[in-house]
Structures are given as structure tokens and as C-alpha cells.
């Protein structure tokens, strides 16, 4: 079992809190959807209510490291951090991550004061999972606590090394870190059935392992998507132009023939939406799956699928969704999506959202309240269902 922040010492002690705060910004710099950083508040507040002099640490999207770009700085992380906490002092950000900054700014905190560092990735050492690096900021701090799960897939220094320097008394798992984990785990153990994942996005090449996985766990399989194409053409249709991994036509085949002595029920679209380039300048046509035109691509699913998908829905008890159902981020190839999420919020199901593009589709679509979960990581979720053990995680239990 993975130990939490209850159950360790953090009165009035030095805490770095490693949090994922690499939300999605849009081009004037605002930030689109802080769920990331709401949800780390559980644990800055605990830390504050129990006197900890607080050290933040995260890292923002991928800076060239070395080089401090304003444009990748933290900055507006904690404008909104300080707006959502609510407490009279400002929190402090550090200019850099490591540098004489961060010791004397990190050496002069008092009890429930906040610090955060710069991007992480500014140093080169964060990626490389650099020891030098990681005991640099392990000085600043007595215990780690780790609430990043959309990091832990990664072995970095803050995730890896730095957790790797504290005993077993002086680091654990965040709120969110241990909630995120903790549902996977038992959704993927102890289902309530009908159990259906619903798996999208562009490759199979990305996903095969998971659709292994799931294949011995859930009764029924819904494809949508760029992978659909690969599974369509395995089966001998002609698909044009659409998005196709060739070289695993066998291994679809494999995962079909699977699914069906495993008796899983396995469904993929009947129509697409249709196009001759990809844009959303062109014409655009529904068809049925068997007749895509030579040279024409599916960008999306079409309205005989997005109905036979919602009656597979029908029954569900619990709902696993990893990947968008089609090119989501054009509107013209939208709605497919649009429509999944809204059925899957519809169902009385448990409803689980892996993070990244499905999260973004549930948010667009204004269905993540009805979600019973959407996950904060994307591809650490994945992960958690291709049964790989996560290096955050380990770390937090060596
Ligand atoms: P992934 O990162 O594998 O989850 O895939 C997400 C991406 O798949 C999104 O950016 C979609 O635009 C893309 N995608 C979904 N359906 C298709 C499709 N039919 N053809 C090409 N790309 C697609």
C-alpha cells in the first residue's frame, strides 16, 4: 500500500509538494482549464493548516532546458494558485528553480507560508532524472510528498531521484496522487458489469498494450478514431486515405479473434464522417464504413455509429473512455466526440475519463461534472491500465 500524507509526520516541517500544474494555456497566455491546480489544493492546504513552510515544484510544458523562456514560467500558475487558496499572504515564486533564488527565498519561509519554484524542466537535470539535481532540491526540504500523477509515468528527477533520497517516514502520496491511483486500481479489480471501455484517438500503435489488457477485464469493447481505420482494413475494407498502421493488421487481427473467444463484445464504427484532405475547408460526407471512397479519409465517426455505441452504452455499469472518437480539434469532425461524452455522462454508469485529449473533449463537451471521474493524466492512466508500475509511484515505496 501506498502511504499518504495522513499517515506521516508534516508538523511545522520544510514539505516540497511535487505538483502537475502544466495546465493548457491559450495563445494570450490564459489559462484555459485550472482543474490541475484546484485539485492539488487539498494537500498545500493541509500542509498550511498544519504550519509547514510549503515548497511547490512543477514542471510546464517543454522549455529547451538551460535556457529561462518567460513564456514557459510559472507565473500565471501562481497568480491563479494565490487567487483559488484564498489566504492572506502572497505566494512567492522563485526565479529559479535551484539558484541562490530558491535557497534564500526557500530559507527564509515561515510556517504556512508558500514557495514555488520555476518550471522544473528550466534544468536540464529535472528530465534526465539528474541525482545532482535532485539533491539540490532535496536540500530545501524534510519530507516529499508527491500529488502529481499526471508526472508519474516519467522517471525525472522531482518524480524519481528526489523522491528516492527520503525514508519511508518523510515521503508520500499527496490527496490527489492517492485518489487518482486508488480508483484505477479498483475500477480495473472489481468492476461492476457490464464493464465497457470505450478507446480512442489516432494509433493502435499506443494503445495496443492497454487493448490487451482491457480485453481480459471488460465485457465489451467500443473503437473509435483514427485506430478504428487499422482494425477496418485488418478485416479486409477498404478504408482510402484514413490514418492506418500497416504493420499491425496481424496484431488487430489477433486482437479481434480474442475478443471473440473471450467473448467480449467488440464493436467498431459502421459509418464515418468522411473527407478528401484534412481540413475543414472541404467537402465533407457521412458514409458508411464499407464505402470510403479511394483516396478519401475518415475524420470522424458518423450518426449510425454514435447510435449503435449509445445502445452499447445502454447497460454499462462501468465506463473506462481513453481517446477522442475522432479529429476533435476541427469542429467539423467534432461531434462524434461531443456526442460519446455526452452519453457516457447520460449513463448511471461509473464513468472513469483517462486525462489529456478525452479529459479536454469531457470539459469542451460540459460533461466533466457528470463524470464520476475524469483523471488528471493522460498518459499515466494509460499506464495504470497496461498494468506497468509507475515510477512516481515506486519511488514513493523504495
Ligand atoms: P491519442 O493521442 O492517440 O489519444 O490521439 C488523439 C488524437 O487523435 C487527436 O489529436 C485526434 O485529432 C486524433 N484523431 C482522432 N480520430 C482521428 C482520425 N480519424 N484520423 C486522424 N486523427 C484522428
Redesign the pocket.
Known sequence: MMRTIKDIQIEGKRVFIRCDFNVPKDEDGNITDDRRIREALPTIRYCIDRDCKVILGSHYERPEPGKYEEKYSLAPVVRRLTRLLKIADDIQLASDVVGPDAQAKAAALQGGEVLVLENLRYEAGETKNDMAFAKALASMADVYINDAFGACHRAHASIDAMARLYDKEHKAAGFLLAKEVKFFEKTLEDPVRPFVAVV????VS??LEALRQLLDKVDKIII??????TFLKAQGFEVGN??VEDDLLDEARTVMIKARKEGVKFYLPVD?VCASE?SESGIAKYLPTQEIPKGW????IGPASSRLFREVLNDAQTIIW?????????DK?AKG?MMMSHYIAETHATTIVGG???ADVAQRAGDVDEMTFVSTG?GASLNLIEGKKLPGIEALKA
Open positions: 480512442g484517438g489516432s494509433k499506443g494503445k473509435g478514431g483514427g485506430m478504428a481505420f484514413s490514418l464515418v484534412f479519409m475518415g475524420l470522424d481513453n481517446g477522442p472518437m475522432g479529429v476533435y480539434e476541427m469532425y466526440s489529456g485529449d478525452t493522460g
